[in-house]
């Protein structure tokens, strides 16, 4: 595939939440606001690049350096050097934050540890960058990473608005606006998600029929 | 905070239910609660690793990452105790390898004590390690419980209450789940909506009930 | 035997370079991330105390004993802020101090501002991690009306009105957050009554004369 079509296929046709329903819990969660949309978006698509990059640069480098039988047994043991390596953007992007960021550092909670265990890293890393070379994986990290964005500032944009009344911040409806609290609150994050992947689904049908 | 044992239980279970108020554990959740017997097993063994990498992870954090006086750096090596290294930015490197190698030896136990289980959980024995839920009940047991001074056996005892609740609360959602998306199969739903859309849904209506367990004055 | 042997040097390896790497990171970001911490606090103090052009920490020394009770060493803790009208010391404004209250999920930390006669002046929450559009409305600072919660609720009173309408007191509690209102409005009525205590020496202001 073209570096082009790797970063585009990220964002529609194999959009990590909607089509492969990766990364739910933290999109669930932090999409309240769509600040905190782009600021964990931003967090996980820096940690996907760098993973990516790394883990395509290692298997490079090991597969130069070691024999068809050392290449075996590490292979054995890929998932555990790919978790040291996403762990440890991770933690990088955990300090980077609050020394930088801290009011992003604060809503975003535990949510940003969290982001090791976010199925589209270690799942990019495992099925795409360790068996690819590095542009192709950087391209493909990137259109996840932005896809994955893309998907939290959508359902932030519905659960902000009509949650509390405001888009980034700024009141939309006026200050007699009664939110819908629900909106905000968990159900709300279900509720979207569900109505938001029916759409998509109709949107598809309606494609194949045409 | 200090709270109660009983209290913890409810608060775990009920109130702050892993997956439908804190969006922890959702992967399996929405993949698993297809079937009942599935689910059972998976909420087990879901809190089973919970229960025991809370354990490990504490002990590690406790004894060995946070400058404390019971860190081993003060206590065997006998460095003083202004001097004692500030490891918890390892945190997440630690926890994580922790979970994953404990993943791992279960999976091998399984495979030999158990052959059918172990087919039975399939691909979704190893997705365990990746199941937020784990590291963040990890993560949650330090960040309410670790208090330096705070004595030693309480915040164990709390971490392991804790740990336990909330996968028994994860299991109950679980189970809860794959009972209604059984019935859902022959309900008839509309075209877009079915398979993985309604039951979203679902989880929001199951999600406005446990709210109501929001009001509830556990003092 | 000898494979994994040589499958742990490779993923010890890789873990070493990991936190080699880690720790450099950490050394450089942990002066700012302590520096936002301070900030924090100076931008509360700001608020709570407008008229000060000078805030001076008061502290006290605390010992830090092991589990056995054998004291290590001492260390400063700030026990409440004065504020003064003069880079110079002179013209004492009023004081402030930090109150944590058990919320109904966070602990909520505000930071109290007191005048010279013992009432509270205003006050700023400083952290709260309370449901949002319930709880987390105790940060809201509009105008008092009489009618609904504000922390500008709290100016001019003094220790026997710190209680919520629940109670039997004037502070007009958050709709459907009795818990959170509370923890504010108590955790700054016992920090009160323990600042007040500290400063009776020097400044002669008591508990009684702030009611």
């Known amino acids: ?210 | 905070m200090e709270y109660g044992i009983f209290q913890l239980i409810i608060l775990s279970i009920f109130i702050n239910n892993f997956v439908l108020s804190r969006f922890l554990g959702l992967c399996p959740y929405m993949g698993v609660s297809k079937q009942l017997d599935s689910a059972i097993g998976m909420g087990m063994a879901v809190t089973f690793v919970m229960t025991i990498a809370s354990m490990v992870t504490w002990l590690l954090y406790n004894f060995f990452l946070a400058p404390t006086f019971q860190s081993v750096f003060y206590l065997v090596f006998n460095v003083p105790v202004q001097n004692i290294p500030d490891l918890t930015f390892l945190r997440t490197i630690v926890f994580i390898l922790v979970i994953a190698s404990l993943v791992q030896f279960i999976e091998m136990y399984i495979q030999k004590a158990s052959p059918t289980l172990y087919k039975a959980l399939g691909i979704y024995l190893p997705l365990i390690t990746t199941n937020c839920a784990i590291l963040g009940v990890a993560v949650l047991n330090i960040d309410m419980f670790f208090k330096a001074g705070l004595p030693l056996h309480n915040s164990f005892i709390n971490t392991l209450v804790q740990a336990f609740a909330s996968g028994i609360g994860f299991t109950l959602v679980l189970v809860l789940m794959a009972g209604i998306r059984e019935k859902l199969e022959l309900a008839n739903v509309p075209k877009p909506f079915r398979g993985l859309p309604i039951a979203f849904i679902v989880a929001g209506l199951m999600s406005i009930a446990f709210l109501g367990f929001a009001g509830m004055n556990v003092e | 035997m000898n494979n994994i042997i040589r499958l742990s040097i490779v993923l010890t390896l890789i873990t070493a370079i990991a936190a080699f790497v880690l720790a450099e990171i950490y050394r450089i970001t942990k002066p700012q991330i302590e520096l936002q911490k301070k900030a924090k606090t100076l931008q509360a103090l700001q608020i709570v105390m407008p008229s000060a052009k000078l805030i001076v920490p008061v502290e006290r020394k605390v010992d830090v004993k092991d589990n056995k009770g054998n004291v290590l060493y001492r260390k400063s803790v700030v026990e409440y802020y004065k504020g003064f009208a003069n880079p110079d010391t002179t013209g004492l404004v009023g004081y402030a101090f930090e109150a944590y209250g058990s919320g109904y999920s966070s602990v909520v930390e505000t930071m109290v501002g007191v005048d010279t006669t013992g009432k509270i002046g205003k006050i700023k929450i400083i952290s709260q991690k309370e449901t949002p559009g319930l709880g987390a409305r105790c940060v809201e600072n509009e105008p008092f009306t009489g009618k609904k919660w504000t922390t500008e609720q709290f100016v001019g009173k003094g220790i026997s009105e710190l209680k919520v309408d629940k109670d039997g007191g004037p502070i007009v509690s958050i709709t459907g957050a009795t818990i959170t209102s509370r923890a504010v409005t108590n955790s700054i009525r016992e920090k009160l009554k323990t600042f007040l205590a500290k400063i009776k020496p020097e400044h002669k202001i008591t508990a009684e004369d702030s009611e």
């Open chain 1, 1 to 210: 595939m073209s570096l082009s079509a790797e970063f585009i296929k990220g964002i529609y046709k194999e959009n990590p939440v909607f089509r492969l329903a990766l990364g739910l819990c933290p999109t669930l969660a932090v999409s309240t606001s769509i600040s905190n949309a782009i600021g964990m978006g931003a967090a996980t698509t820096f940690v996907l690049v760098s993973s990516n990059t790394i883990v395509s640069v290692l298997i490079f480098i090991l597969a130069k350096v070691l024999s068809e039988e050392g290449q075996k047994s590490v292979n054995k043991i890929r998932i555990p050097m790919f978790i040291v390596v996403i762990a440890s953007f991770v933690t990088i992007v955990e300090m980077v934050m609050s020394a930088y960021f801290p009011a992003l550092s604060e809503s975003l909670g535990i949510f940003i540890p969290l982001i090791v265990v976010n199925c589209i890293i270690l799942g990019r890393a495992e099925g795409f960058a360790s068996k690819n070379s590095i542009l192709p994986s950087i391209m493909d990290g990137i259109g996840m990473g932005i896809g994955f964005t893309l998907a939290l500032i959508a359902i932030a944009f519905l659960r902000e608005l009509l949650g509390s009344g405001a888009i980034l911040g700024a009141n939309i409806f006026g200050a007699d606006y009664k939110p819908v609290l629900l909106m905000i609150l968990p159900p709300g994050a279900f509720l979207v998600i569900g109505i938001y992947l029916g759409a998509l689904n109709w949107l598809d049908s309606r494609k194949k029929h045409s």
